[in-house]
């Protein structure tokens, strides 16, 4: 199937650091989503972009989906640890079915 | 308001015993899905419906069947249960307007383990 090559896989930073996370595709995507994964739970949306070059700032989150469509960049300001968890994002197709990322395995050390 | 529920929470079967993951929403949406998250994988999509009476298979069916006779049921069943079906599950639901399954909402997840 369709796969969304996220990177890096995990990251270890310090508190207060910025971060950032990418997602490729092979493919165009009209919509990207980027999805946080506490442990023992399920993924919670964070940010939807539905526009080629859109940037959208959730809190310190702040989302672009690539003018290509082919990619979509997440950044974190500041973290503090409670941003532990996997970051997901996701891609969609006109009506088709939502494709996920491998994921990024974040980690803050305070 | 309970968003999307999914019991159990874990599960232990003996290969080729069957069960069935329950998920319920209470808010009305139209789409429902299930996915597997393996480690390394990401989510990948076992079965969907776009509502009640309709479903459709994802990316990795076999095994696995489903139902949609009301809105806000989506249970999934194992048929015989195999090790490589050891996995957690997540059931998610979304509006299903104007795009399908954008801005999905996920339940807690099912920590299933066959032995």
């Known amino acids: 199937g369709q796969q969304l090559n996220q990177s890096p896989q995990s990251m270890f930073i310090q508190e207060g650091e910025d971060v950032s996370m990418n997602c490729t595709s092979s493919s165009i995507f009209n919509t990207w989503l980027w999805y946080k994964q506490e442990p023992g739970e399920g993924p919670v949306l964070l940010i939807a972009l539905y526009k080629a070059g859109e940037l959208t700032s959730n809190g310190r989150l702040t989302a672009q989906f690539g003018i290509t469509r082919k990619d979509s960049f997440l950044n974190i300001s500041a973290s503090i640890p409670s941003d532990v968890g996997i970051y997901f994002c996701a891609g969609q197709r006109g009506y088709q079915k939502v494709t996920f990322g491998t994921g990024t395995k974040l980690q803050v050390i305070p | 308001n309970a968003g999307v529920t999914q019991t159990p929470k874990f599960q232990v079967l003996k290969t080729g015993q069957s069960m069935t993951l329950q998920c319920a929403q209470d808010?009305?949406?139209?789409?429902m899905s299930w996915y597997r998250q393996d480690p390394g994988m990401g989510l990948r999509l076992i079965h969907y419906s776009v509502g009640a009476g309709i479903t459709d298979q994802g990316e990795v069916p076999n095994g696995y069947n489903v139902s949609r006779s009301t809105t806000e049921d989506f249970p999934l069943r194992l048929l015989s249960a195999a090790p490589s079906q050891t996995s957690v599950y997540f059931c998610?639901?979304?509006?299903?307007?104007?795009?399908?399954?954008?801005?999905?909402?996920f339940g807690q997840g099912t920590r299933l383990t066959v032995v």
């Open positions: 808010m009305n949406h139209e789409y």
């Open positions: 998610a639901s979304s509006y299903g307007r104007p795009i399908m399954n954008t801005e999905a909402f």
